[in-house]
């Protein structure tokens, strides 16, 4: 399938991704939450079986990584996007003085798969239990083939499920079978990026430069101040410098990373990272601006990109009117689609 057929199954159906991008660290020990609250940027208050989304930074106030703090009855574990296993605990070792925490990086044993999807949801439960229709978002629980955590970057339904790597071709096919009902599709990274972007999802790979800092890439609500974390001392210091921001931006025409973007002949930022999004058939982009004018509704922008300018305009993010946010588990289902009406993805 194209990346266009992928997003498009993503959108309307179910779909399974390998989550090769993802990394779990298991902490354990009397230390272990206070080796996690050392390093969290948020306040950290869990219950078991509830994750925390935050964001690792490094002591200049760069993020490193795109993190899910889960507290697992005594234990803790660390689900990153944008560091390996091994980069992730080395980087808890260098925080953990003095603490009893034994930091167990899972990437040799176990692997995770994304499942996603408006019915996504309704794979799960026959692969489970009817009662995962429940599972709030940032929750999870372990069943006898793999954890589930409820999570996931693309606006719809979520699941990211952690497996040893033992079972995971089993799992996969399971999954494989389950899903022939629900015409769930395999689905690439690339997929996965569009969807990320069209739902307003930072991504680590692609939405970085040095320099930025949570301040600029709209992220702070992520960050408790007054706490004291990596990265702290330099985060508070650029609050009040700060000179740019992220906005949503789109275009009819191609986008590149890093092409200029102007207002008239002034030149006001730059693309940070874009990709064509199938869902509305045009591009999108991580406009970074100038804070005078990083805001949502601007039209008459022009990105000046190798093969020519394009016309660009800002918009409210997300991007998509998501088919998620209207299928309720308790009256709808895949098989029953045809007869249900939702709003159209993409807002006029």
């Not at 702070?220 to 931006?249: D, H, M």
């Not at 200029?260 to 999004?277: P, Q």
Request: charged share 20%; glycine share 8%; net charge negative.
């Amino acid at each position: 399938m194209s990346v266009a057929d992928e997003v498009r199954v993503l959108r309307t159906s179910a779909a399974l991704a390998a989550g090769d991008h993802l990394a779990c660290v298991r902490v354990r020990g009397a230390g272990a939450h206070d080796l996690l609250d050392r390093i969290s940027p948020r306040e950290l208050f869990l219950r078991s079986g509830q994750l925390l989304h935050t964001v690792l930074l490094d002591d200049a106030a760069l993020p490193i990584a795109d993190v899910y703090l889960g507290c697992d009855d005594d234990d803790y574990l660390v689900i990153a996007e944008g560091m390996t296993g091994r980069a992730v605990a080395d980087y808890l070792a260098a925080h953990a003085g003095g603490l009893d925490a034994a930091i167990e990086d899972t990437s040799e044993s176990h692997a995770f798969l994304c499942l996603g999807g408006p019915y996504a949801w309704e794979v799960l439960a026959e692969l489970t239990s009817p009662d995962v229709i429940g599972l709030p978002y940032l929750g999870f629980f372990h069943a006898p083939e793999f954890s589930c955590f409820r999570a996931g970057k693309t606006g719809e339904y979520g699941y990211d499920l952690w497996i040893e790597r033992g079972r995971l071709a089993e799992v996969r096919e399971r999954i494989a079978a389950v899903g022939r009902a629900f015409d769930l599709a395999p689905i690439s990274p690339a997929a996965l990026t569009v969807a990320a972007l069209e739902n307003w999802f930072w991504n680590p790979r692609r939405d970085v430069r040095p320099g930025l800092t949570p301040i600029e890439l709209q992220l702070q609500w992520r960050i408790s101040y007054g706490r004291t974390f990596p990265g702290s001392a330099a985060l508070a210091a650029r609050r009040a410098s700060a000179q740019q921001r992220i906005v949503l931006a789109a275009s009819p025409g191609a986008l590149v990373d890093g092409a200029v973007i102007c207002a008239g002949d002034r030149a006001i930022g730059a693309v940070l990272h874009a990709e064509w999004s199938p869902t509305r058939d045009e591009a999108l982009a991580i406009a970074l601006l100038d804070r005078p004018v990083a805001h949502a509704g601007l039209t008459g922008l022009i990105a000046r990109t190798p093969a020519g300018a394009v016309p660009l305009r800002t918009l409210s993010a997300p991007a998509l009117d998501n088919r998620s946010l209207y299928v309720d588990p308790q009256r709808h289902s895949y098989a029953t689609r045809h007869t249900d009406s939702f709003p159209p993805l993409v807002r006029a």
